[in-house]
T-cell receptor, first 114, second 115 residues
């Protein structure tokens, strides 16, 4: 069965620190990859997505992610975090088949201290 | 354009009861997917509807069912509620069911508490 692993369940950073959240998936075929964010009290929002082409994908709010096929990874990065980035981040994969079925990782709770 | 809306936002039920949750997708979106979010299991796919047909189903018991109407609005029903059904139920809509490259837009969820 397809699965998505997020290595860090809780991350605590100070403002201006760099962020990298790990994501690995288990599916060996063509995949489409997503990062979603859930701010406190808000609904899930799309940060960025990768379908094909340039493996370095830029999203909203200064986030980017790099798809490394050989490592089955899609890590999320941000050079300098802000207090407003405090949220839960979810990596997700859709392995195709013509269905809108996302497999989510367990999520990473990020707390950014001023 | 209005986002995905879900009603009700909060619900308290007792074991053995049934519940119906509603989801209105973004205008023009025809695919609706449902997910269950719990602290223990995270986000899990329930099912997807497109053009009033269930296209895919996750690993949930038959007590979980759904339907989609001609205006793309969707409902999910859980019968014979169990304590473990307490969760945030999320609805997501996308333009079509054209495949895995569709972006799904999520609603705020319905938080169900089963006592």
């Amino acid at each position: 069965a397809q699965s998505v692993s997020q290595h860090n369940h809780h991350v605590i950073l100070s403002e201006a620190a760099s962020l990298e959240l790990g994501c690995n998936y288990s599916y060996g075929g063509t995949v489409n990859l997503f990062w979603y964010v859930q701010y406190p009290g808000q609904h899930l929002q799309l940060l960025l997505k990768y379908f094909s082409g340039d493996p370095l994908v830029k999203g909203i709010k200064g986030f980017e992610a790099e798809f490394i096929k050989s490592k089955f990874s899609f890590n999320l990065r941000k050079p300098s975090v802000q207090w407003s980035d405090t949220a839960e981040y979810f990596c997700a994969v859709n392995s195709g088949g013509g269905y809108n079925k996302l497999i989510f990782g367990a999520g990473t709770r990020l707390a950014v201290h001023p | 354009k209005a986002g995905v809306t879900q009603t009700p936002r909060y619900l308290i039920k007792t074991r053995g009861q049934q519940v119906t949750l509603s989801c209105s997708p973004i205008s023009g979106h025809r695919s609706v997917s449902w997910y269950q979010q719990t602290p223990g299991q995270g986000l899990q796919f329930l099912f997807e509807y497109f053009s009033e047909t269930q296209r895919n189903k996750g690993n949930f018991p038959g007590r979980f069912s759904g339907r989609q109407f001609s205006n793309s609005r969707s409902e999910m029903n859980v019968s014979t509620l169990e304590l473990g059904d307490s969760a945030l139920y999320l609805c997501a809509s996308s333009l079509t069911s054209g495949g895995s490259q569709e972006t799904q837009y999520f609603g705020p969820g319905t938080r169900l508490l089963v006592l």
